[in-house]
């Protein structure tokens, strides 16, 4: 992926180069200052800049997404072995009764607070 980058850098640096090579030869050849060919240059310029913005763009998030795969494959060897079916088609309300059993016993998820009054703050 690193010479893809290279490459789409020096197809950009190339571009640049032959755009301003054509203004400079279109404006020696003429009398006077056309502003046509300075506009397309520019124009090809800034068209060039964002094609290879994108190109970088997405050279970029694919080796971030490869760099991931690893990372998630060198996790999954370490941690031992994976279920067949990480998500299963399990319905909510079988969901639900497994999570009763697992409640506290005052029939919440929240830690007991401590009784008897407190002071919170001063004025």
């Given amino acids: ?27 020696g050849q003429t009398q006077g200052f056309p502003p046509l ?9 800034v068209l060039l800049i ?3 913005s994108i190109c ?8 971030t997404v490869r760099r991931g795969v690893e990372a998630m494959g060198r996790a999954a060897v370490q941690s031992g072995p994976v279920p067949a079916r990480i998500f299963t088609a399990q319905p909510l309300r079988e969901a639900a009764r497994q999570g ?12 007991i607070r401590p009784m008897g009054k407190t002071l919170v703050a001063e004025r």
């Fill in 1 to 27: 992926m690193v010479w893809v980058q290279r490459i789409v850098g020096a197809v950009f640096a190339v571009g640049v180069v032959a755009l301003i090579g054509a203004i400079v030869t279109q404006v």
């Fill in 37 to 45: 060919p300075i506009f397309l240059g520019v124009l090809g310029i």
């Fill in 50 to 52: 964002l094609l290879s």
């Fill in 56 to 63: 970088l763009a997405l050279v970029s998030l694919a080796i």
């Fill in 100 to 111: 009763e059993g697992t409640a506290s016993p005052a029939g919440h998820d929240r830690p």
